[in-house]
């Protein structure tokens, strides 16, 4: 079985600061992950993902996230947060083709 | 190109009253899934569908059945709805891949239950 937790259901950072969002997961063979941004009333738009190699992985608009297999984490950040980057963000995990683990969201607010 | 489009937006059903919600893809995906999303739950697979004509269960398939008669189109049917269904449905699709599971997203219909 594969599982996905996300801690802290809000996180609210100032404009200019660093972005940090946790995730860590749990699964019984080699996974892929993911993390997923969801703007309000929008559906869910694929920021980066690790397959295999590179365990710093960029994806869009400046986040990036670092697989640490001895931690089983999944870490998303961004150097410098955008007011743009408020949106509630979704870590996944899916060690099978049709099974994609979800955690519970973590919703990011930036402070002006 | 449309990407995933649901159909509804926005329903409201009473108790007892059935619906279909409708996805269609024009990326030639073979796989589709269909999602319910709850606060503090993220989301959680209904059933899905690996090819025409064929469809499986997911993790929380009770109440609702699925069709996939065409490539492109993926069906959600409540046939006797609850409060309990009150939620946001999500359809997803992806295509073979070897090197990654990565799902691609609709927008979303927002189902309320009276």
């Known amino acids: 079985a594969q599982s996905v937790t996300q801690l802290g259901s809000h996180v609210s950072v100032s404009e200019g600061a660093l972005v940090l969002l946790r995730c860590n997961y749990s699964s019984s063979v080699p996974p892929y992950l993911f993390w997923y941004v969801q703007y309000p009333n929008q559906g869910l738009q694929l920021l980066l993902k690790?397959?295999?190699?590179?365990?710093l992985v960029k994806g869009i608009n400046g986040f990036e996230a670092e697989f640490k297999k001895s931690e089983t984490s999944f870490h998303l950040t961004k150097p410098s947060a955008h007011m743009s980057d408020a949106a509630e963000y979704f870590c996944a995990v899916s060690a099978l083709p049709n099974d994609m683990r979800f955690g519970a969201g973590t919703r990011l607010t930036v402070k002006p | 190109n449309a990407g995933v489009t649901q159909t509804p937006k926005f329903r409201v059903l009473k108790t007892g009253q059935s619906m279909t919600l409708l996805c269609a893809q024009d990326?030639?995906?073979?796989?589709m899934y269909w999602y319910r999303q709850d606060p503090g739950m993220g989301l959680r697979l209904i059933h899905y569908s690996v090819g025409e004509g064929t469809t499986a269960k997911g993790e929380v398939p009770d109440g609702y059945n699925v069709s996939r008669l065409k490539k492109q189109n993926f069906l959600l049917g409540l046939e006797s709805a609850a409060p309990s269904q009150t939620s946001v449905y999500f359809c997803?699709?992806?295509?073979?891949?070897?090197?990654?599971?990565?799902?691609?997203f609709g927008p979303g219909t927002r189902l309320t239950v009276t």
């Open positions: 690790y397959t295999t190699g590179a365990t």
């Open positions: 990326m030639n995906h073979e796989y």
């Open positions: 997803a699709s992806r295509g073979f891949s070897g090197s990654s599971y990565e799902q691609y």
